[in-house]
């Protein structure tokens, strides 16, 4: 049944479908009435991703039917109860308890980043939920925004155990896949390990950063790009967390064994909405329209991924692993060999120095030759001064004469 065509329909000959409600990435989710007991019911469609073969499909179908029956037993108040599970053209219907909430995706994409204290309260409702789950023996395995839903008073119901696994059972998934939103796979999950009550505290890691930044904690443009960073990389630090940042780094820990528990989780989540102190309480806003065009998707799709795919996946990652571990041994090495060194001057007694060589005694002036005595030269003055003067009187007479001889020529005399 398409959700164009369904409205109107009588499923199972009991639940009258109204109105879609939501739709996800296994299926759409009707408003319905059950005829037998009067009451409204939520009515999930499960739709199979349509890359599946036909054998995947019907081993899906039935394992859908086995492990829906199992988690019907799961009662808790922050828990959609699971009603009943039928079968209608060839393909299960699970009918839950109708919440009238909107989905924690929805919310994000109306209204953007929630606050941080409404989105403790929501961690709490979410906590409280897996909690009960995991003491039935029943592992979510697609705990995201999609499947959580908000009240107007912020009250929180987790919802869609459409893909989820009884712990010690096959698992729902068909063999040689595995079925998940790749943005809230766990590391483990994305390595193609067995999945345990862990797997789910990393999602609500995952769901709790996207609620208060309003963005993916790994946000890439293809699923195996988002798997790789699930593994290897650490998210962005969180910008408007406030105290709930050490939350989410302590359930977005790849190593199973250093993640947060769910008593340290609540802990801390209890602490931060004590540390909110009395505000105004915040809702959802209301729901006129669908999303803004703008709105992210938040990564609520499910994908399929085969386990050749991740073998290659955990290949590459393990290459990368290696490589950085082993530039991280020889970064360690060489700065033990410089700490080591410096450790070694520092305990050597300083060397003993030499005492300095007495400068030797200037040597002896060098007396300067003597020098050769000057011939005296010896003169007497008269040997001058005669030659002198006679020379002056005989210039004087010659001067003489001459004007004499002028004289006469001229006839002055």
Known sequence: MSAEAGTGRLVAGRYTVTEVIGRGGMGVVWRATDEVLGRPVALKEVVFPTHLSDDE?????????????????????????LYDVVEEDGRPWLVMEHVDARSLQEVVQRSGPLPWPTVARIGLDVLEALEAAHAAGIVHRDVKPANVLVGADC???????????????????????????????????????EPGPAVDLWSLGATLYTAVEGRLAFDRPEPMATLFAVVHEDPEPPRLAGPLGPVLEGLLTRD??????????????????????PQQAWSPPAADGPPRGDAPSLGGQVERFDVDDLRALASVIGTVARDARDQARHLADKRRERRAEKQARAAAPPPSRPAPPRPAPPPPPVAAPPRPAARRRRFKRRWVVVPVVLAVLAVLAALGGAVALLAAAFGVW
Not at 57 to 68: F, G, N
């Open 256 to 277: 199973v064994a250093e993640r947060w528990d769910v008593a340290r989780t609540r802990t801390a989540l209890r602490r931060a909405a004590e540390e909110a102190g």
């Open 155 to 193: 009250a929180a119901h987790l919802t869609d155990f459409g893909i989820a696994t009884a712990t010690g059972n096959p698992s729902i998934t068909t063999s040689g896949a595995i079925l998940g939103s790749p943005a809230y796979m766990s590391p483990e999950r994305a390595r193609g390990e």
């Open 57 to 81: 499909r019907e081993a899906l179908r039935s394992r859908t039917l086995r492990e829906a029956r199992t988690a019907a037993r799961l009662l808790h108040p922050n828990v959609t109860t």
